[in-house]
């Protein structure tokens, strides 16, 4: 019988690296290097793939993959330390390059984390367990994993993510539980197949009730939020966070049981204080806006969840602040609980303030090119510190939007730095199925980049519109995504936005329903 496969000197080493908050002390393992070399190496040369016979339970399997998985991660990391994100390596492909080897085979942490770990093993507590070098994620082991007992340590391990006010609060009196954006990003490994947002939300909280010893009943009702993500590196050195406004990500996500839209877009025009190159929806002084009228708000409001989330642009927002928190108010008054984004260049910085305080739960999202100066006129001093110091005060209300620039819009034929193309950050070049548009124009419009190309393509429906209908076309919308839009732009080379904005006409439109 082959010896089993020890993992002595990862052990060791992470005793002595790991703070006992579960941070990484990366100057010593800078020091330790060679025994993490040693540990991958060790990694490297046998896997359960290629020596079987060393692996012989299931959680031995099972181990050997989360501590490869963290020893790679430390390792990608210390080859560029000091960074402060795993989304700021020199290539932007922290997740994607295959440059570790387990048994023999070359693979990348995505392989890892999404072919082998979730795709082969059911168990939805490895992500308590799996470490990416982030602050959001769950704290860092000070042992390796080992196969022995390996259940109850996982066990052990989602409990203590649980019992971090970070990862899980409950309000009993506001009825809702603020998570772990863990349990977005991975929903399905935590609720199992389920078809709807709202049988993910059960599941999730099913899964919260069995490992934090609450009664599913008494929260099975309760509104869930999902946290930030701290992507800030899990550096023993420095402080928690990257900077006051960090990186915003989307909320909602389309489940295929729904039956109704988690997300909409609401555009009030492209009229703008800015002339973006790059802008999605030709931004300008010369742009038009129109108002938001009740018709258009009441749309809304049938067409939406009363839990999803309503997202303002144009156009710049707060141009027309007063009519963004009246349209706010109206929707608030009409029973929509949900969160509301605004998207704003945040020239404006007062009035876009005044929006936020207007609503506890409304965020605002500011451009990144902007933010930062970057292909772009920066955000002027004195606003820039004065939305910096309102978010510091104001934690998870203002963001600031993805790096990627797309080929959509003024930017359909510019040439963009590497790290601005959305491939380069493992997005491929399709279509991003953003959720669709209602416009103040009262149309319903399937792609927020292109609400200004009028084309049957994209006419999802009009104001007094069956909601069930708009959702229906969004769905046709879809498949044809799947179907016509991505494989004819990779057909030809170039990006699915790219193919919207410059042959669309050579494609045929969905049949909607009217
Ligand atoms: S990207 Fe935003 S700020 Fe720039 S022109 Fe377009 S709408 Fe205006
Ligand atoms: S590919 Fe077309 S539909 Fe998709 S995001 Fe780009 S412009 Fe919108």
Redesign the pocket.
């Known amino acids: 019988m082959p010896d089993p496969f020890r993992y002595d000197v990862w052990s060791a080493l992470l005793a002595d690296i790991v703070t006992p908050e579960g941070k990484v002390d990366y100057a010593r393992l800078a020091e330790h290097r060679g025994l993490l070399e040693r540990v991958v190496a060790e990694l490297g040369a046998a896997s359960p793939e290629s020596d079987p016979g060393r692996f012989p339970s299931e959680e031995d399997r099972l181990a050997y993959w989360l501590n490869a998985y963290n020893a790679f991660t430390l390792h990608a990391i210390i080859a560029e330390y000091p960074i402060t994100s795993v989304w700021k390596t020199r290539d932007g492909q922290f997740f994607q390059r295959r440059r570790h080897v387990a048994g023999g085979r070359a693979v990348s942490l995505d392989d890892i984390e999404h072919e082998i770990l979730r795709g082969q093993f059911a168990e939805p507590r490895i992500h308590f367990a799996i470490n990416c070098g982030s602050n959001g994620c769950p704290p860092m082991r000070p042992a390796a994993y080992e196969g022995a007992r390996l259940r109850e340590t996982l066990r052990a391990a989602a409990e203590q993510f649980l019992s971090g006010e970070w990862n899980l609060r409950i309000d009993h009196a506001a009825r809702r539980i603020f998570i772990s954006r863990i349990f977005k990003m991975y929903a399905g490994d935590f609720a199992g197949e389920a078809g709807t947002t709202e049988e993910y939300r059960r599941g999730v909280l099913r899964f919260v009730a069995r490992h934090t010893g609450v009664a599913f009943e008494r929260i099975a009702d309760y509104e869930v939020v999902y946290n930030v993500y701290d992507w800030g590196l899990n550096d023993a050195a420095r402080t928690p966070h990257l900077g006051p406004i960090l990186f915003h990500e989307p909320v909602e996500h389309f489940a295929e049981g729904d039956t109704e839209l988690r997300e909409l877009h609401l555009y009030e025009g492209?009229f703008?204080?800015?002339?973006?190159a790059?802008?999605?929806?030709n931004?300008?002084p010369q742009g038009w806006y129109e108002r938001y009228s009740p018709a258009v708000l009441d749309q809304a409001l049938a067409t939406l969840a009363p839990d999803g989330n309503l997202k303002f642009y144009?156009?710049?927002p707060t141009l027309h602040a007063e009519e963004i928190t009246r349209a706010i108010r109206y929707v608030r008054e009409r029973g929509f609980r949900g969160l509301v984004t605004i998207f704003s260049?945040g020239v404006k910085a007062e009035r876009l303030i005044d929006i936020l305080e207007s609503d506890a739960r409304s965020e605002a999202v500011l451009?990144y090119s902007?933010y930062h100066g970057r292909d772009?006129e920066p955000l002027p001093p004195h606003a820039k510190a004065r939305l910096e110091a309102w978010a510091a005060a104001h934690p998870g209300r203002i963001f600031q939007g993805y790096k990627v620039l797309f080929h959509a819009g003024s930017g359909a034929d510019l040439p963009y730095d590497r790290d601005r193309e959305a491939d380069f950050h493992g997005l491929g070049t399709g279509c991003v199925r953003c959720f669709p548009v209602l416009t103040t124009k009262g149309r319903f419009h399937a792609c927020p980049f292109a609400a200004e190309i009028e084309a049957p393509h994209y006419d999802l429906g009009r104001v007094g519109t069956d909601p069930q209908v708009v959702f229906r076309n969004y769905r046709s919308f879809r498949r044809w995504v799947d179907e016509v839009l991505d494989p004819e732009a990779r057909a030809r080379g170039v990006t699915s936005c790219q193919m919207c904005h410059r042959h669309l006409a050579e494609l045929a439109a969905p049949a909607y329903e009217r």
């Open positions: 492209n703008c204080n800015r002339t973006c790059w802008c999605t929806i931004g300008s144009g156009g710049e260049n451009n902007i772009a």
